[in-house]
């Protein structure tokens, strides 16, 4: 039985956020850096100040199951005043899907891309293409598979633009909230029917997938497994949340009964964002907004 959407996603909101900060002038795009998320859970839009280093606008767009995820892009680019323009200083699109692999930087040779993913995942070369996110200060290479029509139009919307997977987005702000020295530690996103887990010791990545979940008990039971395969207790070791989570929804409630220390995560640190989110939860939007850490 699928998962309610009023059990976990925000998406059974009564209006999804489209908040923009007054200052943002559109006539100096390069100025700002173009932030674009796309997957299960809708397009989502972020643009950041790059001076002030501070999010002056948020747009969550709904899923339209009926339209490929390119047509999307494509609609909202052909309404939008920002969305399609060229001009940024900065444009990089994730895509969120399970599709990835993580491997240490001096194994990874480019042009092999489909070879190493194919340990996880075998692409469609009629729907898909494979690329690869180069992580220089973790050691690391993540390659990834994406929409070919999304990719296709991103390169050809912004040449200069870097595409990327939506883990790459949430390591980095992950690492760069995290404490050097501290523990072993599980974090948890949560997307439209998809959970990203990731588990840090000292500022390193020790662990990331991302599973496919339909109902509560297949979220925890994903959960509880990581957590005990890297000897995490469910009743004593932090977990922190973030993503499409209601914090009174039933789902969280189920969390908490067998994941006796569990709290919501907040923002990246260190950077600025405009008043106009403050009626956002914090937990909310990590993955978008940890964009702006990717190099």
Known sequence: MP???????????????????????????AAYNLYLSVGAAGLRVGVADVRRNKFVLLEDYAPQPDRPLAEQLQGLAGQHDLVGQAGWNQVRLAV???????????????????????????????????????????????????????????????????????????????????????????YVSISAHQVTLIVIRDKKPEFCNVFTFATPEDLIY????????????????????WGDLLHDSALFTILRKYVRNIRFGNRPY?????????????????????????G
């Open 96 to 186: 969120q899907n399970r599709h990835f692999t993580l491997l240490p930087a001096p194994l990874f040779r480019e042009g092999d891309e489909a070879t190493y993913l194919q340990l996880h995942h075998t692409p469609d070369a009629l729907q898909e293409v494979v690329r690869y996110y180069p992580h220089p200060a973790r050691d690391m290479v993540n390659v990834f598979a994406a929409d070919r029509q999304v990719a296709e139009w991103f390169a050809q919307m912004y040449p200069t633009g870097k595409l990327l997977h939506h883990t790459s987005a949430l390591l980095e702000g992950l690492v760069h909230q995290s404490d050097r020295g501290a523990p072993r530690r599980l």
């Open 222 to 241: 994903y959960i509880i497994l990581v957590m005990q395969e890297l000897q995490l207790n469910p009743d004593q070791d932090p977990v922190i949340v």
């Open 270 to 294: 260190d950077l600025g964002y405009s008043y106009r989110l403050n009626d956002v939860f914090e937990y909310r939007y990590f993955d978008l907004f940890s964009l702006h850490l990717c």
């Open 3 to 29: 998962v309610p959407d009023s059990l976990y996603t925000a998406s059974a909101h009564a209006a999804l956020p489209r908040l923009r900060d007054e200052t943002l002038d559109p006539d100096q795009l």
